[in-house]
Nanobody, 113 residues
Framework: QVQLVESGGGLVQPGGSLRLSCAASGGIFSLYTMDWYRQASGNERELVATITGGGMTNYVDSVKGRFTISRDNVINRVYLQMNNLQPGDTAVYYC???????WGKGTLVTVSS
């Protein structure tokens, strides 16, 4: 059974950085396209960044130039490096395997002074 566990969230001041991690177990991780989503209070879940098994990436416009998605297929992890964080980035961040119903439970990122 596939499991996804996110970590790395927390409280950060505007302009600060955080690195989220998603640990995957089960399945053949290197074959998966992985997504990072976020959901702010009262909003729908939003796709933020994607990385294919081969390392191709894509980002929503609002995070381009600030966020970087990466992966390590040896230890079955996907990361989201978030720089220059702003209050609008406050949300619960989730990782997901594209094309499946496998989600993690999320990690909360709060950007506030």
């Amino acid at each position: 059974q596939v499991q996804l566990v996110e970590s790395g969230g927390g409280l950060v001041q505007p302009g600060g950085s955080l690195r989220l991690s998603c640990a995957a177990s089960g399945g053949i991780f290197s074959l998966y396209t992985m997504d990072w989503y976020r959901q702010a209070s009262g909003n729908e879940r939003e796709l933020v960044a994607t990385i294919t098994g081969g390392g191709m990436t894509n980002y929503v416009d609002s995070v381009k130039g600030r966020f970087t998605i990466s992966r390590d297929n040896v230890i079955n992890r996907v990361y989201l490096q978030m720089n220059n964080l702003q209050p609008g980035d406050t949300a619960v961040y989730y990782c997901k395997i594209r094309g499946t119903s496998y989600w993690g439970k999320g990690t909360l990122v709060t950007v506030s002074s």
